[in-house]
C-alpha cells in the first residue's frame, strides 16, 4: 500500500512542478505578486511529497517487499540494515528518485532562504527548477517507476551487487548527486538573469554560494568514489579514467571553472556572458553525466539502441534544457555590463587563463569519454581510449596550469607589478625547490618528471600557505587575532589550492614510488617487500551476515620490529554468486601497507599480493582540505 | 625456496596488476617490467573497462602469457602491440591509434586550447585600445 502512496505522491509532484513552472514564469511575466508567491510554497510542497515518495521506496527495502520490482532486483532478506536502505538509491529507479528529490530539497532550499531577493527574480529561479523537476519526475513515471509491482511476487530477492555493499558506496551517490543537482541552482540563476538582462552584485553573491556548495559536494562525492575503488577494486588504483568516473569530473572542472569566472563577475562587473554560459555548462555537463551513467550508452552503443526509451527520454530533456538555455543566450545581453581594461598581469587574466585551462580540461574528458560512442554510433568501428591517451593529453595541460597558479591568487585587479609578485613568491619558489630536492634525497631516484611533478606540488602548497599567511599578516597581531579579518574567500581559495598540491603529493607517490610483490606462499612462508616482512600464518573460514569469508592472517614487521597483523579476505556472497575482495590496509600518513588474499594454486598454496603505497592518503587528504576550504568561502559573501 | 623467503621485488615504476599469478611473472625484472606497460596499454576484451592485467578473465589471461611469449621471443614493445591489434582489432588499445579518424581525439584539446589562448590575446589587445 505505502508503494502506491509513493507512487501518488509522485505524480501529485509532477503536477506541483507544473503549476510552479506555468505560474512563476507567468507571474513573473505578468508582475502578479500573489502569482509569483505561489513558486515558493510550490517548491516546499514538491519537497513533502517527495520525501513521502522517497520514505514508501525505502519502507519497500527495509520490509522486503519483494512485490516491487526494484525491491526484488536489488535485495535480499538477508542483506545487512544500511545496505536495504542505500540499496534504494543503489539501482536506476531509484537513483532517479533521488535525482529528484535532491531537485526538490535544493528548489526548497532556495525558496525558503531567498526572502530577500526580488520576488520576480526568486520566481523565475523556482519555475526554472520546477521545468527541470518536470522532465525528471515525467522520466521517472513514464521509464523509470521504482513502485512498479509484478504479480506474483518473486519468492526472495536477487540482491544487491555485493562490491556494492559498502559504506562508502552507500553515500557516494547521495554526495554525487547533490554535486551534480546543485548546479541546477546556478542554471536557473543563469536563466533567471538573461531574463531579468541584468546582473546585479547579489545575483553573484548568491549564485557563487550555491555553487561552492555544489562545488564541495562533488568533491567529496568524487573523492570517496575513488577512495573506495582504492580499497575495494583490489589493487589500491584510485581513478581510473572510466566513463563512469569522467562523467562526473566534467561538471566539476566546468563547476571550479565557474567559481573562478563567478569572482571577476561579482567584484568588476565583467566576463557576464562567459559567467552565465559556464553555469548553463556545467549543469549541462551533470547532465550529460547522468544520461551517460544511466542510460546504459557506456556498456554499448547497441544496448542503448535495442532499448532505447531510457536514453531517448533523457536526451530529450538535455536537448529541451541546454537548447532552450543557448537560445535564450544567444540573444542575451546584460545592461550592466562592463567592459574595464586589465593587462596580462592581472587578476582578471590569470581567471580567464585560467578558465582556459579548465575548459580545455573539460573538453579533453568529454572528447575522451563521448569519442569511442561518436565513431561507434557513427558505423567506424569500436576503439577504446584509455588512462594512456588521458596521460597523453590531460597531464601535459596540468603541468603548465599548476606552474603558473600560485601566480593568481597574489596578483592584483587591473594591473599588478613584478616587484609584488616577487615579493609574495620568492620565498615559497625557494621553498618548494628545496623540498622537491629534499624528497628527491630521502628517495634516492633520479626522474626528472617525477621531480618536476614533486616540485610542482610543493609550489602549489608553499605558495599557498605563503599567500594566506601574508593575507593574516601574523607579524603584526597573532593568528587567531586576524583570521576573522581575512576575507574567508582569501582563505577558502589558498586552501583549496593547497589541497590540490597535497592531492598531487599523493598521485606521485601512489604512482611513482609504489612498490608491490605477488608471491605464492603456505603457511609459515615469509614475504619481504622494502624494509617490510611479512608472515603468511593461515587462512581461516569466517561467516558474515550475508557472505562467507576465507580471511588470511598475515604478520608484518617493520624495520623497527613492530608487528601488526593485517587480515584481507575474500568473500562469497551466495544470494548473489559473486565474490569480491577485500583488502587489508595498515594505514600511515607516510604509506599505506595494502595486502590482497588471492587465488589458491593446485598445489594448495595462496596468492598473496602485497603493495606498498607512499603518500597515498595525501590524495584524500587534498579532497578534504578542498571541502574544508569550500566551508570557510560559504561564510564569505562580499566583503 | 619454498621454505626460505619468497621475495620477488620488482621495480619501482613497475605497473600494477591485480589479477596475476605468481607462476605468470617472467623472472627478469626488466623484461618483466616491459610485460606491464605493454599490458597497461591492452584492454580486457570482455570487460568493462580493465587492463589485462587487471583482469580475472580466461581472455585476459591468455593475452597476458601472449605478451610474455612475444617478450621473450624477443619482439619490440611496438611489434607486440600490433600483433594483438591485428588479432583483435584497435578495441584492444587503450591508446587509440594516431590514424585521420582519431585526428580530433588527439589534436582537438590542443586546438581548443590554442583557441582559448587567442581569444585571451584578442581580449587583452581591445581592453589595451
Known amino acids: 500500500m505505502s508503494a502506491e502512496l509513493g507512487h501518488f505522491a509522485v505524480i501529485l509532484t509532477l503536477l506541483v512542478a507544473a503549476v510552479q513552472a506555468c505560474i512563476g514564469f507567468a507571474g513573473a511575466g505578468r508582475g502578479r505578486d500573489a502569482w509569483m508567491l505561489v513558486a515558493p510554497r510550490a517548491a516546499v510542497l514538491q519537497l513533502g511529497l517527495l520525501f513521502v515518495a522517497g520514505a514508501a521506496l525505502i519502507r519497500g527495502f527495509v520490509t522486503s517487499d519483494f512485490s516491487l520490482n526494484v525491491v526484488a532486483a536489488n535485495s535480499h532478506i538477508d542483506k545487512p540494515l544500511l545496505y536495504k536502505i542505500a540499496g534504494s538509491w543503489g539501482n536506476h529507479e531509484g537513483s532517479m528518485l533521488m535525482w529528484a528529490f535532491i531537485l526538490a530539497l535544493y528548489g526548497a532550499l532556495f525558496a525558503v532562504l531567498s526572502g530577500r531577493l526580488p520576488l520576480i527574480f526568486r520566481a523565475r529561479v523556482l519555475a526554472t527548477q520546477a521545468l527541470v523537476s518536470l522532465g525528471f519526475l515525467g522520466f521517472i513515471l513514464f521509464t523509470s517507476n521504482p513502485f512498479a509491482r509484478s504479480f506474483p511476487a518473486p519468492f526472495e530477492g536477487r540482491g544487491l551487487n555485493p562490491i556494492l555493499q559498502d559504506p562508502a558506496l552507500a553515500a557516494h551517490p547521495p554526495l554525487l548527486y547533490a554535486g551534480y543537482v546543485g548546479y541546477s541552482l546556478c542554471f536557473s540563476f543563469a536563466i533567471a538573469a538573461m531574463l531579468d538582462r541584468q546582473i546585479s552584485t547579489d545575483w553573484a553573491a548568491w549564485v557563487r554560494r550555491w555553487a561552492l556548495l555544489a562545488w564541495m559536494f562533488l568533491t567529496a562525492g568524487i573523492a570517496l568514489g575513488s577512495f573506495w575503488a582504492y580499497y575495494e577494486l583490489g589493487w589500491g588504483g584510485f581513478w581510473f579514467w572510466d566513463p563512469v568516473e569522467n562523467a562526473s569530473f566534467m561538471p566539476w572542472l566546468a563547476g571550479t571553472a565557474f567559481l573562478h569566472s563567478i569572482k571577476v563577475t561579482a567584484r568588476q562587473g565583467h566576463f557576464m556572458r562567459w559567467t552565465v554560459l559556464l553555469a548553463i555548462l556545467t549543469f549541462a555537463l551533470s547532465l550529460i553525466g547522468t544520461f551517460l551513467v544511466r542510460s546504459g550508452v557506456l556498456t554499448s552503443v547497441h544496448a542503448f539502441a535495442n532499448d532505447p526509451a531510457r536514453g531517448v527520454y533523457i536526451l530529450a530533456i538535455i536537448a529541451a534544457t541546454i537548447g532552450g538555455a543557448l537560445a535564450l543566450y544567444s540573444r542575451a545581453t546584460f545592461a550592466n555590463e562592463i567592459e574595464k581594461s586589465f593587462q596580462l598581469l592581472s587578476r582578471e587574466a590569470a581567471l580567464l587563463l585560467n578558465n582556459i585551462f579548465l575548459a580545455t580540461a573539460t573538453a579533453t574528458v568529454f572528447i575522451g569519454t563521448l569519442y569511442p560512442l561518436a565513431i561507434d554510433a557513427l558505423g567506424l568501428g569500436k576503439i577504446s581510449v584509455g588512462p594512456p591517451y588521458f596521460a597523453a593529453v590531460f597531464l601535459p595541460l596540468c603541468i603548465p596550469f599548476f606552474v603558473i597558479l600560485p601566480f593568481g591568487p597574489v596578483l592584483a585587479w587591473g594591473r599588478a607589478s613584478w616587484l609584488q609578485i616577487r615579493r609574495a613568491l620568492a620565498a615559497p619558489l625557494v621553498a618548494a625547490l628545496l623540498a622537491a630536492l629534499a624528497f628527491m634525497s630521502v628517495r634516492a631516484e633520479l626522474s626528472l618528471s617525477v621531480l618536476a611533478a614533486l616540485f610542482g606540488a610543493m609550489w602549489l602548497i608553499m605558495s599557498s600557505v605563503a599567500t594566506l599567511l601574508a593575507a593574516l599578516d601574523i607579524r603584526r597581531a597573532g593568528l587567531w587575532g586576524r583570521l576573522g579579518l581575512v576575507p574567508p574567500s582569501v582563505v577558502a581559495g589558498n586552501l583549496a589550492h593547497a589541497g590540490i598540491g597535497l592531492m598531487l603529493l599523493g598521485i606521485i607517490g601512489a604512482t611513482a614510488w609504489r612498490s608491490e610483490t605477488v608471491v605464492a606462499v603456505a603457511p609459515g612462508d615469509r614475504i619481504q617487500l622494502g624494509g617490510y616482512q611479512f608472515v603468511f600464518e593461515a587462512v581461516s573460514q569466517v561467516k558474515g551476515p550475508n557472505y562467507v569469508a576465507e580471511r588470511a592472517r598475515i604478520v608484518m614487521r617493520d624495520l623497527d620490529g613492530r608487528t601488526k597483523t593485517l587480515t584481507p579476505e575474500k568473500r562469497i556472497y551466495s544470494a548473489e554468486r559473486s565474490q569480491t575482495t577485500e583488502a587489508a590496509i595498515d594505514v600511515k600518513l607516510s604509506r599505506h601497507i595494502y595486502a590482497v588474499l588471492g587465488e589458491q594454486l593446485e598445489d594448495g598454496r595462496r596468492v598473496i599480493r602485497i603493495w606498498e603505497h607512499p603518500l597515498v592518503a595525501f590524495i584524500w587528504l587534498g579532497a578534504l582540505v578542498m571541502v574544508l576550504a569550500g566551508g570557510f568561502g560559504l561564510r564569505g559573501g562580499r566583503r | ?129
Open chain 2, 1 to 129: 625456496m619454498r621454505a626460505g623467503i619468497v621475495s620477488l621485488i620488482l621495480y619501482a615504476l613497475i605497473l600494477p596488476a591485480a589479477a596475476l599469478t605468481p607462476d605468470e611473472l617472467i623472472p627478469d625484472p626488466a623484461l618483466e617490467g616491459r610485460a606491464r606497460a605493454i599490458s597497461a596499454e591492452l584492454r580486457c576484451l570482455v570487460c568493462q573497462n580493465q587492463t589485462i592485467d587487471d583482469s580475472d578473465a580466461p581472455l585476459a589471461r591468455d593475452l597476458r602469457a601472449l605478451v610474455r611469449q612475444y617478450i621473450l621471443a624477443g619482439q619490440s614493445d611496438a611489434e607486440i602491440i600490433a600483433a594483438v591489434t591485428e588479432r583483435y582489432g584497435d578495441f584492444v588499445l587503450f591508446r587509440p591509434r594516431l590514424s585521420p579518424q582519431n585526428y580530433f581525439l588527439w589534436f582537438g584539446p590542443f586546438l581548443l586550447f590554442a583557441i582559448g589562448l587567442f581569444t585571451l590575446w584578442r581580449i587583452l589587445r581591445k581592453t589595451r585600445s
